[in-house]
């Protein structure tokens, strides 16, 4: 098992930034596949962004690059996302998602990818 706790959401105004973290504890979480998706009222979980088990590869979703980036420090089984440039869109309940793979099958922007998920950050981007 492997449990994940999402921290570093907040109220920040449009422009701004933040960082949001993702530590990881139980089963080491180093040899997995890690993600963010971000959920706002109303509508689907949507992908955002995911970054390989060595940290090497990442991807996002085209609303978000350029302005995010994911990172992971293994030693620390943490996983973070910068944000900058928030837009009020970028609204959202952001979580935190692990899949239990080494390895990529492409479909890694699928919320059923993943095993393990945390609770949530809010981040809300003010006009």
């Known amino acids: 098992q492997v449990q994940l706790v999402e921290s570093g959401g907040g109220l920040v105004q449009a422009g701004g930034s933040l960082r949001l973290s993702c530590a990881a504890s139980?089963?080491?979480?180093?040899?997995?596949?890690m993600g963010w998706f971000r959920q706002a009222p109303g509508k689907e979980r949507e992908f955002v962004a995911t970054?390989?088990?060595?940290?090497?590869?990442?991807s996002y979703a085209d609303s978000v690059k350029g302005r995010f980036t994911i990172s992971r420090d293994n030693a620390k089984n943490t996983v973070y996302l910068q944000m900058n440039s928030l837009k009020p869109e970028d609204t959202a309940v952001f979580y935190c998602?692990?899949?239990?793979?080494?390895?990529?099958?492409?479909?890694?922007?699928?919320?059923?990818?993943?095993?393990?998920w945390g609770q949530g950050t809010q981040v809300t981007v003010s006009s």
């Open positions: 998602a692990a899949k239990r793979s080494f390895y990529s099958n492409g479909y890694e922007v699928r919320p059923g990818e993943y095993d393990y």
């Open positions: 139980g089963r080491t979480s180093s040899s997995y596949i």
């Open positions: 970054i390989s088990a060595s940290g090497g590869r990442t």
